[in-house]
């Protein structure tokens, strides 16, 4: 079955820098790739969703990039801040259809 | 516009115990699921909807009951409570663009204890 890692232990960054998040997958290739933030206490909110024909993609201060050779999508946050701080999820459509299967997220935190 | 809405937010309940968790929302959105998240785990699937009257199980279907009888509402059922459990319970929704899942709205989750 499909398999999705994240680094489980938390990031910590100082404010300003450049935060980068790691999804791993095995056993498939997805169609496209989300990435979700979560803040404690809440439901995830999606951020960003990148197709597997797209290499990169950009909003604002956030990059997403996809390579299906590597099976990775990497997670960026430039200029960071401390209301940055968080749970990243990263989510896959699985082979079969239906619906989308999660990391089990990276916390980041940014100290000012 | 509420979006996705829970109730309730936390419940605590006894072993054997049956409950509903309920689930609404009002983007008109086709499909509908649940998730439970638990320490370490992710967010898990356990049953999901791609309309009114179609219901379908995901990894984790056993001791929950669902259905899907009007667009807006897909309300998620213990039959009998376990300790296992125990955990945090979210429930998506998504618009349906061909075959094609898209971004998924969530709502703030119900915590459930089972003792």
């Known amino acids: 079955s499909q398999k999705i890692e994240q680094n489980s232990e938390a990031l910590n960054i100082q404010e300003g820098k450049t935060a980068t998040l790691t999804c791993n997958y095995t056993?498939?290739?997805?169609?496209?790739l989300q990435w979700y933030r979560q803040d404690p206490g809440r439901g995830p909110v999606f951020l960003l969703l990148i197709r597997e024909n797209e290499k990169e993609k950009r909003k604002e201060r956030l990059k997403v990039t996809f390579d299906t050779t590597l099976k990775q999508s990497l997670f960026h946050i430039t200029a960071s801040q401390p209301a940055d701080s968080a749970t990243y999820l990263c989510a896959l459509d699985p082979p079969q259809g239906g619906m989308l299967t999660f990391g089990g997220g990276t916390r980041l935190m940014v100290k000012p | 516009n509420a979006g996705v809405t829970q109730t309730p937010k936390f419940q605590v309940l006894k072993t054997g115990q049956s409950m509903t968790l309920q689930c609404a929302q009002d983007m008109n959105h086709e499909y509908m699921s649940w998730y439970r998240q638990d320490p370490g785990m992710g967010l898990r699937l356990i049953h999901y909807?791609?309309?009114?009257?179609?219901?379908d199980q995901g990894e984790v279907p056993n001791g929950y009951n669902v259905s899907r009888s009007t667009t807006e509402d897909f309300p998620l059922r213990l039959l009998s409570a376990a300790p296992s459990q125990t955990s945090v319970y979210f429930c998506?929704?998504?618009?349906?663009?061909?075959?094609?899942?898209?971004?998924?709205?969530f709502g703030d989750g119900t915590r459930l204890s089972i003792l």
């Open positions: 056993n498939y290739s997805p169609a496209y």
């Open positions: 909807s791609v309309g009114a009257g179609i219901t």
């Open positions: 998506a929704s998504s618009p349906v663009q061909g075959n094609s899942n898209q971004p998924q709205h």
